[in-house]
Antibody, heavy 121, light 106 residues
Framework: EVQLVQSGAEVKKSGESLKISCKGS????????IGWVRQMPGKGPEWMGI????????RNSPAFQGQVAISADKSISTAYLQWSSLKASDTAMYYC??????????????WGQGTLVTVSS | DIQMTQSPSTLSASVGDRVTITCRAS??????LAWYQQKPGKPPKLLIY???TLESGVPSRFNGSGSGTEFTLTISSLQPDDFATYFC????????FGQGTKLEIK
């Protein structure tokens, strides 16, 4: 069974750093891209970036370029999303999802349970 | 950026009804379009990809159609489990989601 298990909810202050994780199991972790998606309350999902764990090739959405860093450790089947300096506007639910790649773009067939990040000013 | 616009934003319907949700792209996405269902507190669930291909395990009452800039998701006979929010997503160029359609009980 494919599973993506994310780290728990976080409460942080503006300016702090944060790294959340997503551990895959039940499939070959290195053979699928993993994407990160932000969802703010009552809004549609927003794609942030994607990484191929086998070689850590990654792409960021232009909207999130420079705002977050995406990484992966294939030895432990885990992908990461990291902020160096959080803002209150980063408060949202963050999902990782397994991506099915089609000619450079992708959709998502399995999702993690989500990590709620709350940033206070 | 390709913008995705769904309509309606909210749809009220009853069990057994046939409902249709529309998704329009700001430019052609060919048939690179997926649909997801999301329930409160849960992640999105993939229903359809490549505009009309049903994901494994998804009931056949869900049907996707369209190409280019206009797409529809039809549920042929609503079941109680179908009341949720639905999102479309284009993947012709990067990835963009629609704002969602909330399907609620009338």
């Amino acid at each position: 069974e494919v599973q993506l298990v994310q780290s728990g909810a976080e409460v942080k202050k503006s300016g702090e750093s944060l790294k959340i994780s997503c551990k895959g199991s039940g499939y070959s972790f290195t053979r699928y891209w993993i994407g990160w998606v932000r969802q703010m309350p009552g809004k549609g999902p927003e794609w942030m970036g994607i990484i191929y764990p086998d070689d850590s090739d990654s792409r960021n959405s232009p909207a999130f370029q420079g705002q977050v860093a995406i990484s992966a450790d294939k030895s432990i089947s885990t992908a990461y999303l990291q902020w160096s300096s959080l803002k209150a506007s980063d408060t949202a639910m963050y999902y990782c999802a397994r991506a099915v790649s089609t000619g450079g773009s992708f959709y998502f067939d399995f999702w993690g349970q989500g990590t709620l990040v709350t940033v206070s000013s | 950026d390709i913008q995705m616009t769904q309509s309606p934003s909210t749809l009220s319907a009853s069990v057994g009804d046939r409902v249709t949700i529309t998704c329009r792209a700001s430019q052609s996405v060919r048939n690179w379009l997926a649909w997801y269902q999301q329930k409160p507190g849960k992640p999105p669930k993939l229903l359809i990809y490549k505009a009309s291909t049903l994901e494994s395990g998804v009931p056949s009452r869900f049907n996707g159609s369209g190409s280019g800039t206009e797409f529809t998701l039809t549920i042929s006979s609503l079941q109680p489990d179908d009341f949720a929010t639905y999102f479309c997503q284009q993947y012709n160029s990067y990835c963009t989601f629609g704002q969602g359609t909330k399907l609620e009980i009338k």
